[in-house]
């Protein structure tokens, strides 16, 4: 079945963007889509349009018997492998695989996947940018907002791609095999969804599921529990170390990165900034020089590289307070990488939909960096629970009431910063659109 889908009915569980990618991709090889997703037709008008345009069969608003007249399903990463609808496919035993599992069936080149728990985006969008300065037909994919599959059939045997991969896209692999698998970290995340932490690094660790002795395995060394179940692996294992561990193929001694111990770059030439993108980019450089990125390609990406859009991203200047994007931010881990960016005091905007995190863990940074938090969404109650007594708290009913709020609530000089360290499904379609409509408000303030 794999690679040879000509007439072959195929199920596409969930009409998001990589479920209506991965039916396009399916209909120019041939196949027979269709797709099925809970939701309402009017609620997916733009979906709608494009399945009408390209001929592919699909239904909304709930899954027919329909859905079990095929070969194999593709799931949407929205989808949890434990709900109702995937379970009755394994029951009929009818295969279900993610999208990122379908795409590398046809995916030409080579592959590098990036995974972890924070940084994923930051860290695939400069791999890419490093590959266009050898291979100007890399692509960047996945997880990051373009699906797998939009990209795959223009690959050839010359091309890389680097790909953004989830836990949630990890479940349902099976040959899913990369050159390079990156993984950045492990944090407490998505526990709405796993049982508990052991079962969401378990999907996580699934990138490295068919890695050979000739891939490479590249992972943050400072991360004890990924340090050690990297030892499991066979692989060529080359780890980057922020705290100056010079044993390991990158590292940072607190003013410069070093790459198999020669000078890469000195921080203060980069326009990332803090810690975590110093990770990020030494995990990125690993991953392009082994595709063949030559060390001043490298090194001049990381100086004009300025970071990626709702990843701590600067909005605007109203009445000297700077207004920061930061909707990326969907863990508690990302947040406090955010509150740590920072030298002047912060007003914070911060909640949504809760992933089951412990924000207890914030404390002592919100109460060094933080000025005043304003609350939104589903997870204000459970915040404010946390941080009561710590720094003053407010609640709005809308992204715009907080905006609103927190710009009353700064002085000049100081920051305004959404980043919200829970999903965005409470309110919006996605962070994206968080982001967007965070900027559109700022926009409209008077200065």
Same mark, same amino acid.
């Given at each position: ?15 998001? *963007? ?15 889509? +269709? ?24 239904? +909304? ?11 194999? /399903?593709?799931? %949407? ?20 695989? %993610?999208?990122?599992? #379908? ?7 080579? @592959? ?32 990051? =907002? %373009? ?17 953004? #991969? &989830? ?34 690094? /378990?999907?996580?660790?699934? !990138? ?27 692989? *060529? ?6 705290? =100056? ?10 003013? &410069?990165? +070093? ?42 990406? @990381?100086?004009? +590289? ?28 990302? $947040? ?15 909640? =949504?939909?809760?992933?089951? %995190?412990?924000?207890?863990? $914030? ?10 938090? !304003?609350?939104?969404?589903? /997870? ?8 009561? =007594?710590?720094?003053?708290?407010? *609640? ?6 907080? #905006? ?11 920051? #305004? ?31």
């Amino acid at each position: 079945m794999m690679k040879n889908v000509n007439g072959k009915k195929v199920t596409i569980l969930g009409a998001a *963007r990589s479920g209506i990618a991965a039916a396009e991709m399916l209909k120019a090889l041939g196949a027979r889509p +269709f797709v099925s997703d809970s939701a309402s037709e009017a609620d997916k008008e733009e979906q709608v349009h494009r399945l009408q345009k390209t001929g592919i069969a699909y239904e +909304f608003g709930g899954h027919s018997a329909a859905v079990y007249e095929a070969d194999f /399903a593709v799931l %949407s990463p929205g989808i949890p492998v434990r709900s109702k609808i995937v379970q009755s496919f394994f029951e009929k035993k009818i295969p279900v695989y %993610s999208e990122i599992e #379908v795409a590398s069936w046809f995916c030409k080149g080579g @592959l590098i996947a990036v995974t972890g728990s924070n940084g994923k985006t930051t860290t695939t969008t400069l791999i890419g940018e490093m590959l266009r300065e050898k291979y100007p037909q890399a692509a960047a994919a996945g997880n990051i =907002g %373009s699906p797998f599959s939009a990209a795959v059939l223009q690959t050839t045997d010359e091309s890389w791609m680097v790909v953004e #991969v &989830s836990s949630f896209q990890l479940e349902t692999i099976e040959t899913f095999h990369p050159n390079q698998a990156v993984v950045l970290n492990f944090a407490p995340n998505h526990l709405d969804r796993y049982d508990d932490y052991d079962a969401y690094l /378990a999907a996580k660790w699934r !990138v490295v599921k068919n890695i050979s002795a000739t891939d490479y395995l590249i992972y943050n060394a400072a991360d004890a529990r990924l340090s050690r179940q990297t030892e499991e692996k066979e692989a *060529r294992k080359m780890g980057f170390d922020i705290n =100056g561990d010079r044993i390991q193929a990158a590292w940072f001694d607190g003013q &410069s990165i +070093f790459l198999h111990g020669e000078e890469l770059i000195n921080v203060q030439e980069m326009k990332l900034r803090g810690k975590h993108n110093y990770m990020n980019a030494m995990a990125a450089a690993l991953a392009a020089q082994n595709a063949g990125v030559a060390i001043e390609a490298i090194r001049t990406v @990381l100086q004009n +590289f300025a970071g990626v859009e709702h990843r701590l991203e600067f909005c605007a200047e109203k009445n000297g307070v700077k207004f920061i994007n930061d909707s990326k931010a969907t863990t508690v881990e990302s $947040l406090s990488f955010a509150l740590q960016s920072f030298d002047t005091p912060i007003v914070l905007i911060a909640g =949504g939909k809760d992933k089951g %995190s412990d924000f207890t863990k $914030l404390n002592d940074l919100i109460k060094r960096y933080v000025k005043t938090v !304003v609350l939104i969404g589903t /997870a204000a109650e459970k915040m404010e629970q946390a941080w009561q =007594g710590i720094k003053p708290l407010k *609640r709005a009913e809308t992204l715009e009431e907080a #905006v609103q709020m927190a710009a009353g609530l700064a002085d000049k000089g100081e920051v #305004v910063l959404l980043s919200p360290a829970c999903a965005s499904f409470d309110m919006f379609t996605d962070f994206e659109d968080r982001g967007r409509q965070f900027k559109k408000i700022v926009h409209h303030l008077t200065d």
